[in-house]
């Protein structure tokens, strides 16, 4: 079956833009995770949905952040006003739902994103 | 509140040696303890995961990890390395608290010599 897929998986963009990055999940799974992955280091951590409910958004670093999911599915990662620290590789995942943290997460293959 | 140490960033092994990865972890909660595996240019992979089942947890491709509490460990095995092992391997820590997070370790990339 479809895992989980995510578009672009390059973006580069200018100092100052905005841009979305896009995240279909595997059907039926509930829960979706954002992380992100800079040079070097391990996941970071950005904001976890159930549904379309976000109880966890804690990670994101900073008001220029932010997500929504629609429909129980696809979900979007904004981020405005780009800045060069921001460059990353975005991952996706996602898993079945109930709210378990133990449940076995699927990664997407990540969107890398370069701000100049 | 959790955290994840990986105590290795590289570790070379030849081919056909065992394999240790090291990973401790604190956990105000029960834990989950997951090893993901991340090939270069691929998605991340879930190797095996911990829920206070069995300490001894085996997964994919011949890695096994046990659950250590007394020591707070949850270190990565196999014994015999392939060239296709080399790779970066995270630890990761759940809780069973909804409120908690889950923690990505740093990573431990892993280069096979042949």
């Known amino acids: 079956g479809a895992g989980v897929s995510q578009s672009p998986s390059n973006k580069v963009t200018e100092k100052g833009k905005d841009v979305e990055l896009r995240c279909d999940p595997i059907?039926?799974?509930?829960?979706l995770y954002w992380y992100r992955q800079s040079l070097g280091q391990g996941l970071e951590f950005l904001i976890y949905?159930?549904?379309?409910?976000?109880?966890?958004k804690s990670g994101l670093p900073s008001d220029r952040f932010s997500a929504e999911r629609t429909g129980g599915s696809v979900s979007t990662l904004t981020i405005q006003r780009t800045q060069q620290e921001d460059s990353a590789v975005y991952l996706c995942?996602?898993?079945?739902?109930?709210?378990?943290?133990?449940?076995?997460?699927?990664f997407g293959p990540g969107t890398r994103l370069t701000v100049l | 509140a959790q955290s994840v140490t990986q105590l290795d960033s590289h570790v070379s092994v030849s081919e056909g040696t065992p394999v240790l990865l090291r990973c401790n972890y604190s956990?105000?909660?029960?834990?989950?303890l997951f090893w993901y595996v991340q090939h270069p240019n691929k998605g991340l992979q879930l190797l095996l995961k911990?829920?206070?089942?069995?300490?001894l947890v085996k997964g994919i491709n011949g890695f096994e990890a046990e659950f250590k509490k007394s020591e707070t460990s949850f270190h990565l095995t196999k014994p015999s390395a392939h060239m296709s092992d080399a790779a970066e391997y995270f630890c990761?820590?759940?809780?069973?608290?909804?409120?908690?997070?889950?923690?990505f370790g740093k990573g431990t990339r892993l280069h096979i010599l042949p």
């Open positions: 995942a996602s898993s079945l739902g109930g709210g378990s943290k133990y449940n076995e997460q699927f």
């Open positions: 059907s039926g799974h509930t829960a």
């Open positions: 949905f159930q549904g379309n409910s976000a109880p966890d």
């Open positions: 956990s105000s909660y029960s834990p989950s």
């Open positions: 911990y829920t206070s089942a069995a300490t």
């Open positions: 990761v820590v759940s809780a069973m608290n909804r409120d908690d997070k889950i923690i």
